[in-house]
């Protein structure tokens, strides 16, 4: 053979070995892809945690910059024009020094204003080569509910020292009194009537503490909304006919709820004692009820002193008065619409405030209407034709504060 034909030869079998050697790379490549998992990498998975994180979460580098961070650490102030906030910047300084973890109180300095959190606190922690991550953490509702906790224990402690604090005293005074027949007598009527206002107090604390949390009520009965209405009026009649109030209602619905039947006369009595006792003497109370999709709704509507708008929110606290003089000299305990609203959103539903200063209120309790109810007329005749029952007449959120009236038919 020649040199150049051995020469061809051991080209061609090159070239033939390169190809081959390709071929099963490139078939090496194919199977390594083909037994790859699908999906997203790693990296994408970490990216999409950081992103969906309920925390704030930001990285920064040795400069202070910032070269990650999520869209909660913005709506936490955490990041504010690219940049992490300056007290954030000197705690992953000192994380970096320290190679430990430093906390951070990045609650708004101005305080909250609108929807911003009112205390946010954070952490920063090194990540090693500069590099540090600030985590950002709302705790804005476990601040309001320890503050709602430290006023309700020291509104409670007020509330029951008072009564208490006037027994004492009062039966000092008939041990004093007690050759004078008619002394001891008024003394023992006022600590009767303290004692009466302490059991009630504890009742309604007890019966709030039941409530308290909104979770539906495990046992449901089937209720007569016009029983409610009359067993209402019924525990109310005493302290309306001593103000000359007059109770109208409207005419016997037939409509149902589900729910306590107990806890709904409750409710329902204590907007018609507030209504009687923050009203004139002699100026009338109205009750009213329909049927609004899906919902049973019962109004309550007097011609009292009315609630002004910044304070409408509020009557629904604990022992929040708009009037405390008169809630004083009505024996009130300032937890009557509190246990309304709770009843409301125990049964899945929601107590509504219409009120305007000098005109009057409308309380609205909206409970579900049981299946039955849903085939009765949905607006029924809600003229009111007053019973007379002595002075008062008897028929056989929730929170939501709006706008307009909310009663049947307007106000009295």
């Not at 790859?36 to 920064?60: K, W």
């Not at 899906?294 to 509020?314: H, K, L």
């Not at 309380?363 to 005749?381: M, N, Q, V, W």
Request: proline share 4%.
């Amino acid at each position: 053979m020649t040199e150049s034909a051995t020469l061809a030869l051991a080209v061609t079998v090159a070239l033939l070995a390169g190809v081959l050697i390709g071929m099963g790379i490139a078939r090496g490549r194919r199977r390594a892809a083909a037994s790859r998992p699908s999906g997203p990498t790693v990296a994408e998975l970490l990216l999409r945690l950081v992103r969906t994180s309920h925390s704030g979460v930001a990285v920064v580098n040795q400069f202070g910059d910032t070269v990650l961070h999520n869209p909660r650490a913005v709506e936490l102030g955490l990041v504010r024009h690219g940049r992490v906030d300056a007290r954030a910047r000197v705690a992953a300084e000192q994380a970096v020094e320290t190679e430990e973890r430093v906390e951070i109180d990045l609650s708004p300095l101005g305080g909250a204003r609108g929807r911003q959190p009112e205390a946010v606190l954070g952490e920063a922690i090194s990540l090693g080569d500069g590099y540090t991550v600030i985590e950002a953490v709302d705790h804005s509702e476990a601040v309001r509910l320890e503050a709602t906790r430290r006023d309700f224990v020291a509104n409670v402690s007020h509330e029951l020292k008072t009564p208490v604090g006037a027994m004492a005293l009062l039966a000092e005074a008939v041990l004093d009194a007690s050759e004078d027949t008619a002394e001891v007598r008024r003394f023992a009527q006022q600590i009767l009537t303290e004692s009466t206002r302490l059991g009630t107090l504890v009742t309604e604390l007890i019966e709030l503490s039941r409530l308290q949390g909104a979770e539906p009520l495990p046992d449901m009965n089937v209720v007569e909304v016009d029983g409610i209405v009359s067993e209402a009026l019924g525990r109310v009649e005493v302290a309306a006919d001593a103000d000359e109030h007059t109770i109208t209602t409207d005419q016997e619905s037939g409509l149902l709820v589900d729910g306590d039947k107990t806890l709904l006369v409750t409710a329902l009595s204590n907007l018609l004692t507030n209504a009687v006792a923050y009203s004139q003497a002699g100026s009338p109370v109205s009750i009213s009820r329909r049927l609004v999709d899906g919902m049973v709704e019962i109004a309550v509507t007097d011609r009292g002193i009315g609630i002004a708008e910044d304070e409408q929110q509020r009557v629904f606290e604990r022992f929040y008065r708009v009037d405390k003089a008169r809630s004083r000299a009505t024996g009130g305990t300032g937890l009557g619409l509190a246990i309304v609203k709770h009843v409301a959103a125990n049964h899945g539903g929601e107590v509504r405030l219409w009120s305007m200063p000098g005109t009057g209120s409308t309380f609205t309790l909206c409970i579900p209407a049981h299946d039955g109810s849903s085939r009765r007329k949905a607006e029924p005749d809600t003229r009111r034709q007053p019973r007379p029952r002595g002075r008062s007449a008897t028929a056989g959120h929730g929170l939501v504060v709006t706008s307009e009236p909310t009663n049947h038919g307007g106000m009295l």
